[in-house]
């Protein structure tokens, strides 16, 4: 059995990757402060009842073990609180260093999201 990835799966990555990255940058390069101080606190119970809900309708009248659901769970939980917390940071990154700091921030957390997605079809 071969381990080499097919030319299918390598276009499958560098695609998330790209779109992750493209994503970020737009809401990097859009970004305008509110003037109102990001809440950490909600980002993580938005994540926590969006994993929830996701989970929910994923697995509804599934018949799957606990463990694979609870798994999934925690993978979606895992992207939601990355993607909201980026989200709320981006005030803070333009603190530390301006629009061009917040750029480069979204777009890396875009690109982490998309490669793990694209770990996550494999």
Do not use: C, N
């Amino acid at each position: 059995m071969s381990t080499k990835k097919s030319a299918y799966e390598i276009g499958r990555m560098q695609r998330y990757v790209l779109i992750g990255a493209g994503i970020g940058l737009y809401y990097g390069i859009f970004y305008k402060s509110s003037g109102v101080d990001p809440d950490y606190g909600i980002a993580i119970v938005l994540s926590i009842f969006a994993a929830l809900i996701t989970a929910v309708i994923r697995f509804w009248k599934k018949q799957q073990p606990f463990s694979v659901v609870l798994k999934y769970y925690f993978e979606m939980l895992l992207l939601y609180s990355v993607f909201l917390l980026t989200l709320a940071g981006r005030h803070l990154a333009e603190q530390l260093g301006g629009r061009f700091a917040v750029a480069v921030f979204t777009t890396l957390t875009g690109t982490f999201l998309g490669y793990f997605m694209a770990t996550r079809k494999s």
